[in-house]
T-cell receptor, first 114, second 111 residues
């Protein structure tokens, strides 16, 4: 079974530039999550999708971050414009349902904003 | 305001001994608890979970204990192996199915 795929693995951009991350969840997984993990911290949920609908985006900085889930499968997370404090690993995860079935994580995208 | 606290940033144990990782939470409404393991340059992987109706769940060398009155859970690894060296995150969930993670504990198992 293929795991959660994310790209790119690494990205370096200058502040005020824009960047996009892509995620392909495990086939058949209805729930998709984007997490931000700053160095030394635990993952923080940015947005949760159930199929192509948003379940929770309460911690997404909506003035600069946006996310969409295309046809309930792939998802993209965009930052525009980026700030220095956005430097982090962005993790995508998926799970079968919206309950407590454990989430499977991708390898993440390490973003450095300079 | 941290809802989930892992107060030990790191833990070092000898191979074959027990590793005990601790996690405290503040909200009594949380009712599902998970442990994830993370190797460098990889995403977290699910390890073991427990719901609030239980106080213990065991899976091979890994056991999670839940003390609801103290709002405390722990992960026991017996016996510890060098391959267990990783960062361990506890995560808690409530009625909205949203998971909140602790900061993690770096476990080092020395041969």
């Amino acid at each position: 079974e293929a795991g959660v795929a994310q790209s790119p693995r690494y990205k370096i951009i200058e502040k005020r530039q824009s960047v996009a991350f892509w995620c392909n969840p495990i086939s058949g997984h209805a729930t998709l999550y984007w997490y931000q993990q700053i160095l030394g911290q635990g993952p923080k949920l940015l947005i949760q999708f159930q199929n192509n609908g948003v379940v929770d985006d309460s911690q997404l900085p909506k003035d600069r971050f946006s996310a969409e889930r295309l046809k309930g499968v792939d998802s993209t997370l965009k930052i525009q414009p980026a700030k220095l404090e956005d430097s982090a690993v962005y993790l995508c995860a998926s799970s079968l349902g919206g309950g407590y079935t454990e989430a499977f994580f991708g390898q993440g995208t390490r973003l450095t904003v300079v | 305001d941290q809802q989930v606290k892992q107060n030990s940033p790191s833990l070092s144990v000898q191979e074959g001994r027990i590793s005990i990782l601790n996690c405290d939470y503040t909200n009594s409404m949380f009712d599902y608890f998970l442990w994830y393991k993370k190797y460098p340059a990889e995403g977290p992987t699910f390890l073991i979970s427990i719901s609030s109706i239980k106080d213990k769940n065991e899976d091979g060398r890994f056991t999670v204990f839940l003390n609801k009155s103290a709002k405390h859970l722990s992960l026991h690894i017996v016996p510890s192996q060098p391959g267990d060296s990783a960062v361990y995150f506890c995560a808690v969930g409530g009625s909205n199915y949203k998971l909140t993670f602790g900061k993690g504990t770096l476990l080092t198992v020395n041969p």
